[in-house]
């Protein structure tokens, strides 16, 4: 299975400060996803990407999340001003591309805003 | 991938047993569906999946099963062993790159040796 890596795996910031989360991308996969998982919940969907672009989003990524590839390299999403519900923990994912769904999974950064 | 009915939030198996993991998904038009696993403080491990074309698939020591008619999917694992101990999510998309997949609730399952 080809391996996602996410950078930090652990991220403490307090409430209103901007984070910025990072997955390190697999060379040939195209489409990335970002999820969150509140402790406890299930895996809800934020935003996916393509083409350096956002292909779909869901109503949880609204206009606090943003998210961008800079050069081609990491993947990253931001988050401008972290509430307390915000805390989560945040995977990125990626797929290979048309006709192919399987999405793979990182580990994961644990987000904590106090 | 809402979990109706037949869900457990928890499972507790031997060792060797057979374990079976249900779950009811909501959308008529999902035609993609996944099974992962997920273990404490990792991120969600692909197990196996299967296209609404098919109505089972089957992998190493795992069997997906899928009922159209009721939007019901399961997975098997034969000779459940203590490292399968982790939550099983399903989760269900439109078979195509670049859509979300919409997870259901998980199921704990605990194997005692």
């Known amino acids: 299975e080809p391996e996602v890596t996410q950078t930090p795996s652990h991220q403490v910031t307090q409430m209103g400060q901007e984070v910025i989360l990072r997955c390190v991308p697999i060379?040939?996969?195209?489409?990335f996803y970002w999820y969150r998982q509140i402790l406890g919940q299930k895996v809800e969907f934020l935003v996916s990407?393509?083409?350096?672009?956002?292909?779909?989003k869901s109503e949880i990524f609204d206009d606090q999340f943003s998210v961008e590839r800079p050069d081609g390299s990491n993947f990253t999403l931001k988050i401008r001003s972290t509430k307390l519900e915000d805390s989560a923990m945040y995977f990125c994912?990626?797929?290979f591309g048309d006709g192919v769904s399987e999405q793979y999974f990182g580990p994961g950064t644990r987000l904590t805003v106090t | 991938g809402e979990s109706v009915g037949l869900h457990l939030p928890t499972l507790s198996v031997q060792e060797g047993d057979n374990s079976i993991i249900n779950c009811a998904y909501s959308?008529?038009?999902?035609?993609?569906f996944i099974w992962y696993k997920q273990e404490s403080g990792k991120g969600p491990q692909f197990i196996i999946d299967?296209?609404?074309?098919?109505d089972k698939r089957q992998g190493q020591r795992v069997t997906v099963l899928l009922n159209k008619t009721v939007k019901h999917l399961s997975l098997q694992i034969a000779a459940t062993q203590p490292g399968d101990s982790a939550v099983y999510f399903c989760?269900?998309?439109?078979?195509?790159?670049?859509?979300?997949?919409?997870f259901g609730k998980g199921t704990t399952l605990s194997v005692s040796s």
């Open positions: 989760a269900e998309s439109l078979n195509q790159a670049g859509t979300a997949l919409i």
């Open positions: 060379s040939n996969h195209l489409y």
């Open positions: 959308n008529s038009a999902s035609d993609y």
């Open positions: 299967i296209r609404s074309n098919m």
């Open positions: 994912a990626h797929s």
């Open positions: 990407f393509y083409n350096n672009e956002i292909s779909e």
